[in-house]
């Protein structure tokens, strides 16, 4: 069992999960975050301080979020869209980095528009 990262942090990615994260098993990618489920050790460190709720353990993930359970393994164990190869095992997300590319369910989101809903644009730390 590992957390889990469901939809509402597509276009979100408020990182405050990432800061409290203490084994920096949780990922950027281009629209979402990620969690690794081998990297995780079921502290639950991150799911209180997500701001959008976005955090669920892998057994209480609300069911219209369950393919976001394969979907946070996929992005580490599959070719991303545009890669060759799968991110495996990359030992921790501060060495990776952010990956400009996302699972092709997250990809597939309809872009959100703050404006549209009154909320401000994310600033360039990730902050709203």
């Not at 997300?93 to 872009?111: N, R, S, W």
């Amino acid at each position: 069992m590992t957390y889990v990262i469901a939809e509402p942090c597509v276009d979100v990615m408020d990182r405050a999960c990432v800061e409290e994260c203490p084994v920096d098993c949780i990922y950027e990618g281009g629209r979402s975050l990620y969690i690794h489920p081998d990297e995780c050790i079921d502290c639950g460190a991150c799911e209180p301080v997500c701001p959008v709720e976005a955090i669920f353990y892998e057994a209480d993930v609300p069911s219209q979020w369950e393919a976001f359970i394969d979907d946070n393994a996929r992005f580490f164990h599959s070719p991303l869209p545009g890669a060759s190869a799968a991110l495996g095992m990359p030992g921790g997300a501060g060495k990776l980095g952010p990956v400009p590319a996302d699972t092709e369910l997250v990809g597939g989101y309809p872009h959100s528009d703050p404006t549209a809903t009154g909320e401000a644009s994310r600033c360039s730390d990730g902050a709203l």
